[in-house]
C-alpha cells in the first residue's frame, strides 16, 4: 500500500517538466469560463422554475425547497472551484508550496464533499416531483423506493466525504499524523476505489432516475406536442448521464489523479470541469418540465398565426336611434374576448389561403333591409408568414 507522503517522495525524485504547456482543460480562462457560464445558466433556470411554482401556478412543494438547496451548495462548490484556480488548481502539485498547497487541499475538501451532498440533494428533488405526477400504483412505489435509496447512498457518501480524516484538518494539515481513509487518501488503493464507487453509483442512479418517466410515454392519446416536449426533456437528462460517464471515465483513466503519478492539481481539471457541467446541467433538467410549458405558452401568445384585416362599409347611415332600435342579440352575432387567443390560432380553411367573412351588425342577414342598409364588417384573414412578428 502507498500512502501519501510515500507518493510525494516518488514525484520528488521523479519531477515533473515545471515549463510544460498546459492542456486546454488546465487553463484558467476554460476552468473560469465554464464554470460560470454553467452556474449562471443553472440559476436562471431555477429562478424561473421557482417563479412558476409560487406566482403562476402557487404550488410549491418540497421538490422546490430541496432544488433551491441543491443550488444553494451548487454556488458553493463553483465559487471555491474558481479560488482553486488561484490556489494551483491547473499547475504542477510539486512546484506550488507548501502554504498554497494546503489551501487548494481546503478548496478541494469543501468542493469535491459539497458536489457529493448535492448530487444526492437534486435526486431527492427529482424523486419528490415525480410524486406529483404518480399520485398512487407501482410506480409512486417505485418512486418511494428511488428516494429511500438515494437518502441512504447520499448519507452514508456524505459522512465518509465530509469525515474522510480524524481530526478532519488531517486531509489538507497531511504533516499531523491524523487517521485517514477513503477520500482522505490513507492509502491509494482505497482512495482510488472510493472515487470509482460513488461515480460509479452516481451514474447508475441517474439513469435509473432519468428513466422513470418514460412510463408516461403509454399514456393513450398523447399529443405529438407532448411527446415532444418529453423526448427534449429526456434527451437533455441523456447528456447528464453522459456527462456523469465522461466524468468516470476520467477518474479510471488517471486513477483519481494518481497515475501516471501522484499529481491531484494537475490532473483533476478535467474531472472538475466535468463535475461542474454535470451538476448544473441536472439542475437545468430538473427546472425546464416546471418553466418550459408557461415559456412556450407565452410565446404562443405573442407569435400571431393570422393577421386580421376589418373593413367597414355602410350603404345608408341611419343614426344610432335606427342601429339602437335594431340591435339584438341572436345567433350568429360577432363576439370576442379579450384574453383568448383561440380565434388566432385556429386555421379556417385547410389550404392556408384567404379566408373572407361578412357579418351583418344589427340586422337580419336574410331580410331586404340588410342589402340597402346597416353596417356591413368585411373580416378578411390569411396565414402570416413564419418570418414577421
Known amino acids: 500500500m502507498s500512502s501519501f507522503q510515500e507518493l510525494i517522495m516518488s514525484v520528488i525524485l521523479n519531477p515533473p517538466d515545471e515549463n510544460e504547456p498546459l492542456p486546454l482543460s488546465n487553463r484558467k480562462a476554460t476552468i ?67 502554504p498554497k ?12 464533499n459539497v458536489y457529493i451532498t448535492e448530487t444526492a440533494l437534486i ?14 400504483g407501482i410506480m409512486r412505489k417505485i418512486c418511494i423506493g428511488l428516494l429511500v435509496l438515494v437518502s441512504l447512498w447520499g448519507l452514508g457518501f456524505s459522512i465518509v466525504g465530509w469525515f474522510p480524516c480524524f481530526p478532519v484538518r488531517g486531509f489538507w494539515q497531511r504533516t499531523i499524523g491524523a487517521k485517514c481513509y477513503g477520500f482522505g487518501f490513507g492509502n491509494v488503493q482505497s482512495f482510488i476505489a472510493m472515487f470509482k464507487a460513488h461515480s460509479a453509483s452516481n451514474m447508475v442512479l441517474d439513469f435509473i432516475i432519468f428513466l422513470t ?21 429526456f434527451a437533455f437528462g441523456a447528456i447528464v448521464v453522459s456527462t456523469s460517464v465522461w466524468r468516470l471515465y476520467s477518474i479510471v483513466a488517471h486513477r483519481a489523479a494518481t497515475y501516471p503519478y501522484l499529481d491531484i492539481t494537475w490532473f483533476s481539471p478535467t474531472m472538475v470541469i466535468l463535475t461542474c457541467i454535470e451538476i448544473n446541467l441536472a439542475l437545468i433538467c430538473a427546472s425546464m418540465p416546471i418553466f418550459w410549458p408557461v415559456i412556450e405558452k407565452s410565446f404562443a401568445s405573442i407569435l400571431v398565426s393570422y393577421e386580421l384585416e376589418i373593413v367597414e362599409e355602410r350603404v345608408d347611415d341611419h343614426g344610432l336611434a335606427y342601429e339602437l332600435e335594431h340591435m339584438r342579440d341572436r345567433e350568429g352575432s360577432v363576439k370576442s374576448s379579450a384574453t383568448s387567443t383561440r380565434e388566432l390560432t385556429q386555421h379556417d380553411d385547410e389550404d392556408g389561403d384567404m379566408a373572407r367573412k361578412v357579418y351583418t351588425v344589427g340586422l ?10 346597416g353596417l356591413v364588417t368585411d373580416v378578411r384573414s390569411k396565414p ?6
Request: hydrophobic share 50%; with cysteine; glycine share 6%.
Open 32 to 98: 473560469l469560463g465554464t464554470t460560470i457560464t454553467f452556474l449562471i445558466a443553472s440559476w436562471i433556470a431555477v429562478l424561473f422554475r421557482l417563479w412558476v411554482r409560487f406566482r403562476i401556478v402557487r404550488e410549491p412543494g418540497l421538490d422546490d425547497a430541496f432544488i433551491l438547496l441543491a443550488a444553494m451548495t451548487n454556488t458553493v462548490a463553483s465559487t471555491c472551484v474558481c479560488l482553486s484556480v488561484y490556489h494551483g488548481l491547473g499547475q504542477h502539485m510539486l512546484y506550488l508550496g507548501i
Open 101 to 112: 498547497m494546503e489551501g487548494f487541499l481546503v478548496l478541494f475538501y469543501i468542493e469535491h
Open 364 to 373: 337580419d342577414p336574410l331580410s331586404e333591409k340588410a342589402r340597402t342598409t
Open 213 to 233: 418517466p418514460l412510463v408516461l410515454f403509454r399514456t393513450p392519446h398523447l399529443r405529438v406536442k407532448n411527446v415532444l416536449a418529453m423526448t427534449g426533456v
Open 123 to 136: 435526486k431527492v428533488s427529482l424523486l419528490l416531483q415525480y410524486f406529483r405526477i404518480f399520485k398512487a
Open 384 to 389: 402570416k408568414p413564419k418570418w414577421e412578428l
